[in-house]
């Protein structure tokens, strides 16, 4: 027996059990479904059941694994099965009614992969920061099954949609295109999970991303209380850098964050902390925005603001008053962030594009640009800017105090902190500001004599 015949012979071996004897449309449960506590009564239990499990959900998907390994125990059953599978009924299971050859991403050699997907036939998981075609391939057949199968938790979706977004029980993000808006044939599935790495700083100098030897700055940086924006492209460590940074952040301020997808754990990263997460964006933001304007938060948090909407909320946020907000924001000349922002906020709530980017300047304090390299795909830390207004109040200042030079893997200091960046830092914590000048001296001192 081969294993397409094994699945084929558990799958109509469970459908009798399930819809064929009696009782109910949907048949007896089986004993390990029964002792789940779901009842052999009604059908909809049996519905509910078999949905559950599909949807990745335990202890159903347990339950129905047991049931499996039971029938090939019992009916002496045997086929070699897939090696990206780790047990046959496991093998039976995804292949039948669950994740398929996309079931190995879930396992534990690829826990620290972020990213998988499936273009047409083929699968890739995201390996050691590239895309690695894997040897599995899924058919359009069994790729529209999953599709079903991920729609399972947000009924509401239409099915005939070209576009999905929906969420797993374990949080990974799942964006479906097909029909009209993929080609014929190449229909996608992409998977997208945050990762959990090691959030400090010693663990980003680890990886290359930032110099050691910076790392007491970005300390006193947080101290101080700083407006922050943390922007680069996909993937480019952003979104980990600002996880980073907020570990350091004083544990007893209360803080709110706005997401518009649930990827930042702070619960996880600071358990014990007040803060406050919410998922909003588009016009959902904008309904709870003068909400947020009458928090008695101490800070905020935009962990990605993509559109105008967000933008505008992070500026009002600031100009009230708001120390210590972080925010990320995709670009790619970080020197232009004021202005790109400004764009996005004019677009969706009109205004003027130069006064709009002298608030934005006058809102943020430094703006730290991320890279993924080419060649080796390390994240590297490749700028960052002191923002700010001139003195007359009607320029951007962008002053470059860091620079990454990709030929000598070698950062550039300069020294520079303008009479604003003083007084907030003064104002925050006097003690913090003095080791943080220290600290910036020292680095440009240390890049001369380089």
């Known amino acids: 027996m081969n294993f397409s015949q094994l699945c084929d012979t558990i799958s109509a071996k469970l459908l009798v059990e399930w819809g064929g004897q009696g009782g109910t449309a949907m048949g007896p449960v089986p004993g390990p479904i029964h002792a789940a506590g779901l009842g052999p009564e009604p059908a909809r239990d049996m519905i509910e059941f078999q949905k559950r499990a599909i949807m990745g959900c335990e202890p159903e998907m347990g339950?129905?694994?047991?049931?499996?390994?039971?029938?090939?125990?019992?009916?002496?059953?045997?086929?070699?099965?897939?090696?990206?599978?780790?047990?046959?009924?496991?093998?039976?299971?995804?292949?039948?009614?669950?994740?398929?050859?996309?079931?190995?991403?879930?396992?534990?050699?690829?826990?620290?992969s972020g990213s998988a997907k499936i273009i047409g036939s083929r699968i890739y998981?995201?390996?050691?920061?590239?895309?690695?075609?894997?040897?599995?391939?899924?058919?359009?057949?069994?790729?529209?099954?999953?599709?079903?199968?991920?729609?399972?938790?947000?009924?509401?979706?239409?099915?005939?949609?070209?576009?999905?977004?929906?969420?797993?029980?374990?949080?990974?993000?799942?964006?479906?295109?097909?029909g009209g808006l993929a080609k014929k044939g190449l229909d996608a599935i992409i998977f997208r999970r945050y990762i959990i790495p090691d959030l400090t700083f010693e663990g980003q100098a680890d990886r290359n991303t930032i110099p050691?030897?910076?790392?007491?700055?970005?300390?006193?940086?947080?101290?101080?209380?700083?407006?922050?924006?943390?922007?680069?492209?996909?993937?480019?460590?952003?979104?980990?850098?600002?996880?980073?940074?907020?570990?350091?952040?004083?544990?007893?301020?209360?803080?709110?964050?706005?997401?518009?997808?649930?990827?930042?754990?702070?619960?996880?990263?600071?358990?014990?902390?007040?803060?406050?997460?919410?998922?909003?964006?588009?016009?959902?933001?904008?309904?709870?925005?003068?909400?947020?304007?009458?928090?008695?938060?101490?800070?905020?948090?935009?962990?990605?603001?993509?559109?105008?909407?967000?933008?505008?909320?992070?500026?009002?946020?600031?100009?009230?008053?708001?120390?210590?907000?972080?925010?990320?924001?995709?670009?790619?000349?970080?020197?232009a962030f004021a202005y790109d922002a400004a764009v996005e906020i004019v677009r969706d709530m009109g205004g003027d594009i130069q006064e709009t980017a002298l608030r934005v300047a006058g809102s943020f304090d430094y703006v730290f640009h991320f890279s993924s390299m080419r060649k080796d795909k390390v994240k590297k830390l490749t700028a960052i800017y002191e923002m700010g207004l001139s003195e007359d109040g009607e320029g951007v200042l962008m002053h470059e105090i860091c620079r990454y030079n990709r030929m000598s893997d070698h950062w550039k200091w300069t020294y520079h902190i303008g009479k604003d960046k003083r007084d907030i830092g003064q104002e925050e914590d006097a003690d913090a500001f003095a080791a943080f000048e220290i600290c910036l001296k020292g680095l440009h001192d240390r890049s001369r004599l380089s």
């Open 63 to 112: 339950s129905m694994k047991m049931r499996i390994a039971q029938i090939i125990a019992s009916d002496h059953l045997s086929a070699e099965i897939p090696g990206w599978y780790d047990s046959p009924e496991s093998a039976v299971f995804h292949e039948n009614w669950g994740l398929a050859g996309m079931a190995e991403w879930f396992g534990p050699d690829y826990a620290d």
């Open 125 to 178: 998981f995201l390996d050691r920061g590239c895309m690695k075609l894997m040897p599995q391939k899924i058919s359009a057949d069994r790729r529209e099954q999953l599709v079903r199968a991920l729609l399972l938790r947000t009924p509401e979706e239409r099915l005939d949609k070209d576009r999905h977004e929906v969420y797993m029980s374990d949080g990974t993000r799942v964006t479906i295109f097909r």
């Open 212 to 335: 050691p030897h910076a790392i007491p700055l970005f300390e006193y940086m947080v101290a101080c209380g700083y407006n922050v924006v943390f922007c680069g492209s996909v993937r480019s460590a952003k979104t980990t850098f600002l996880s980073t940074w907020q570990r350091y952040e004083d544990p007893e301020l209360e803080g709110v964050m706005v997401e518009t997808d649930p990827e930042i754990p702070i619960h996880r990263l600071m358990p014990e902390s007040p803060v406050i997460q919410l998922i909003a964006d588009g016009e959902r933001l904008a309904g709870i925005s003068k909400s947020l304007m009458r928090s008695d938060a101490d800070y905020f948090i935009l962990a990605e603001a993509r559109d105008g909407v967000a933008l505008d909320t992070a500026v009002r946020l600031a100009r009230k008053g708001t120390r210590r907000m972080k925010m990320t924001f995709h670009a790619r000349e970080p020197r």
